[in-house]
């Protein structure tokens, strides 16, 4: 019988789609010597879209942890290395470069670019390296007060949550930290009971808290710049009375037909703007940087704008043009609550052809949207509330809604855009006629 030669695999990051070429290392679940199984979840990345967790391509022994927790790696980066027994190694000197990953299922690996970073190694936790020992329980926490954790050098274990179940946010990192309790970090005199007086007291030093920027809201300053400087935006304004809306919102929910979905006005704006691109296609659109061409989008995959604790995402529903109001208001439900539970893919996050956004969540009245790159417009929801009104030349009290459309002026004209918006008005205003005349 032939014993298994023992084998040193080296698990590089994998390609995780949708165009993304690098990561920010959230944190491990695995140590140094630790024994792993095959596809044993052993850390998480935070990419422009989502926390991803990792599984191992390989069962064995951890023998090196090669990145730390907040630093960025590019695709095709070895973060670890893992001995196996599964079978023979290959002789030193005989492999024509380095070993790569399996292809796990979802990713696909990718080459090693250069990093601008040095790869900086761990070193191992003796306590959690011991055969035998059970793993340490993982304190509850949000992946971005994970990370930031990692940065303050902040042990989670000596962190009390105060989220939803005792879940650790990032506002229990930083109060554990001492940050906005102690002066600014580079003041190094201490305080003292008492200073002499003099003509001209020097100004106390600002106190400040520095904040580590990375993952989703890195990325999304990185988009928002982007598209704020390339695409030519301009906007409409319409205020208009929602009150069939809000109405039509209550008769919808007690019908069985949206049992086990909550409709909201959301639903109504989405589909009145669905409703609106169908004789607007340039506003379901992109421009072709290469060519100089408009591109038109047959299928509206609709972005959904979502406030989470890691920063904004945008959710995509998927061709929802063809999806009926119930199964419209259901599916963006759904992939808001992904969202911002930390549950999306980044496939899921990624592809919208046009987005709505309501603002009027916070109570703000309107606002100028910024478009998400790639998109030709986006629409922006206020908050739904009581105003005066004129009824048929008589004052009344309605429920009045502020929308705001933004639009790339390269691929939508004023004329284009006003029309549209219109068109969304008018089917707030009276929505049961458009509904039946989309079905």
């Known amino acids: 019988m032939t014993n298994p030669t023992r084998a040193v695999e080296e698990f590089r990051l994998p390609d995780l789609g949708e165009g993304l070429t690098e990561a ?3 944190h491990w679940v695995v140590a140094v010597g630790d024994r792993v199984e095959l596809n044993q979840v052993i850390g998480e990345v935070e990419t422009a879209k989502a926390t991803v967790e990792l599984p191992s391509p390989y069962g064995g022994t951890v023998e090196e942890l090669l990145v730390e927790p907040g630093q960025t790696v590019p695709v095709g980066a070895p973060l670890l290395r893992i001995a196996t027994e599964d079978g023979p190694a290959e002789p030193a000197g005989d492999s024509d470069g380095p070993s790569r990953p399996s292809v796990l299922v979802g990713y696909g690996p990718g080459d090693a670019p250069q990093s601008r970073r040095a790869t900086r190694r761990i070193s191992a936790d003796a306590g959690r ?24 050098e902040v042990d989670l274990d000596t962190v009390t949550g105060t989220g939803r179940g005792g879940v650790i946010t990032r506002d229990d990192v930083r109060r554990t930290a001492g940050h906005g309790d102690e002066p600014t970090a580079g003041h190094d005199e201490e305080p003292t009971a008492e200073r002499p007086h003099s003509p001209a007291p020097e100004a106390s030093p600002e106190r400040t808290t520095r904040i580590p920027v990375g993952g989703v809201r890195k990325r999304t300053a990185e ?38 979905v909550r409709p909201t006005a959301l639903s109504i704006v989405s589909r009145a703007l669905l409703h609106a691109i169908a004789d607007e296609p340039s506003l379901n659109a992109h421009w072709d940087d290469d060519t ?12 959904i704008a979502t406030a989470t604790s890691d920063g904004l995402k945008v959710p995509v529903v998927r061709e929802a043009q063809r999806l009926s109001l119930p199964r419209l208001a259901r599916s963006i439900a759904e992939v808001a609550d992904r969202a911002r539970t930390g549950r999306s893919t980044p496939s899921e996050l990624t592809g919208s052809t046009i987005s709505v956004t309501n603002v009027g969540v916070f109570g703000v009245d309107g606002g100028t949207p910024i478009l998400n790159p790639g998109e030709s417009a986006i629409l922006a929801v ?20 502020t929308l705001s ?22 089917f707030l205003g009276d929505p049961v006629p458009m509904l039946l005349a989309d079905t």
Request: charged share 20%; with cysteine.
């Open 24 to 26: 920010d290392w959230v």
């Open 129 to 152: 390296a011991r055969d035998g020992d059970p793993p340490p329980a993982r304190p509850d926490a949000k992946p971005g007060a994970r990370k930031l954790a990692a940065l303050l």
């Open 223 to 260: 988009a928002v710049s982007r598209s704020a400087f390339t695409a030519p935006h301009a906007s409409v304004f319409l205020t208009c009375d929602a009150t069939a809306t809000v109405d039509l919102v209550s008769t919808l929910r007690a019908s069985p037909a949206f049992e086990g």
């Open 292 to 303: 100089g061409e408009i591109v038109l989008h047959h299928d509206a995959h609709l972005g």
């Open 382 to 401: 206020g908050a739904i509330s009581d105003r005066p009104w004129v009824v048929d030349g008589a004052l009344a009290i309605r429920k009045v809604v």
């Open 405 to 426: 459309l933004s639009f790339d002026h390269r691929l939508v004209d004023g004329e284009q855009a006003g029309r549209a918006l219109a068109t969304i008005g008018a």
